[in-house]
């Protein structure tokens, strides 16, 4: 199965802590990186992850809110010094140029790159859009309610080809050449006349796989149950209503994040979330989820 996994580079909420970084991560499908949101500290954590930085191309910004965007000048410039040529998406509301390109033309000057800033059309944060598409993956967006213009994004591979029959190839002698188009869809006729129909020569594919980052975040658990007041005023969640958010979605596993400060150890969101919905995770610096 081809690589489609999300590292988990910061999950705090807005004020940095011993325990933990601002909101950012990395998904990587088959060795393209993409990062969603960037707070402080993200350059330092994808190097302790020992992530590949030349294949980051896409950054996609939840929100303006400065947990989810202040690590960007620095990760940019630290592109610059590299070397770096190929140009870099970032995909946010139309603001985020504003605020960084005076930054950027006073500290970056003279890079071999061009950072491109794709803004978000206004629809994002009223229904789902398409943002992105490649090869093998399309990117949505979820629109979401919180204290400024918001939305989530959902990778979603796209449906990949049967598996070859290796033993049916061989049997038959179907030469290599026609793997390809027997994957589409064909079937094979041997030199004596006989048929076999692509049910026979394939195994069905893996299903495709999907990922969705709900920001304020992943899903949040920013406050526990008792907290609940503060995250209405807030327009953040608690541990349990992600968890409710996740069965109601019918979603596989729920990862939980950008826990508030007051919260030393995330047991008791953990525990809260899977009381609910039992396949939750605790996000943590560090952590690789294989989706």
């Keep these: 199965m081809e690589k489609f996994e999300v590292n988990i580079l910061g999950c705090g909420s807005a004020v940095p802590t011993i325990q933990h970084f601002p909101a950012a991560q990395v998904v990587n499908v088959r060795e393209k990186l993409f990062m969603i949101d960037c707070g402080e500290g993200a350059q330092h954590q994808f190097r302790k992850m020992r992530l590949k930085f030349q294949s980051l191309g896409h950054i996609f910004i939840s929100h303006l809110h400065g947990d989810h965007f202040f690590g960007l000048p620095g990760l940019i410039s630290t ?59 399309t990117v949505h967006t979820i629109p979401l309610r919180h204290r400024m213009p918001s939305c989530g994004f959902l990778f979603r591979e796209k449906p990949l080809l049967p598996h070859i029959r290796r033993d049916m190839i061989d049997f038959l002698q179907i030469p290599s050449t026609r793997i390809a188009a027997i994957k589409a869809g064909e079937g094979w006729t041997t030199e004596e006349g006989d048929f076999y129909p692509n049910e026979r020569l394939v195994t069905p594919a893996d299903p495709p796989r999907a990922y969705a980052y709900c920001s304020d975040t992943y899903h949040e658990a920013t406050f526990s149950e008792e907290l609940a007041p503060r995250a209405e005023q807030t327009q953040h969640s608690t541990a ?5 958010v996740a069965k109601a979605a019918g979603a596989k596993r729920l990862l939980i994040g950008h826990y508030s400060k007051r919260y030393t150890d995330s047991t008791v969101l953990l525990n809260e979330a899977r009381a609910v919905f039992p396949d939750t995770l605790a996000a943590n610096e560090g952590l690789c989820i294989q989706v």
């Design 79 to 137: 592109f610059g010094m590299l070397g770096r040529t190929a140009d870099m998406h970032i995909h946010a509301h139309r603001d985020l140029e504003a605020l960084l390109k005076p930054v950027l033309d006073y500290c970056c000057k003279g890079m071999d790159y061009k950072v491109i800033f794709d803004p978000l059309p206004e629809e994002v944060y009223q229904k789902p859009c398409l943002i992105y598409e490649d090869r093998s993956l």
């Design 240 to 244: 349990r209503q992600a968890a409710e």
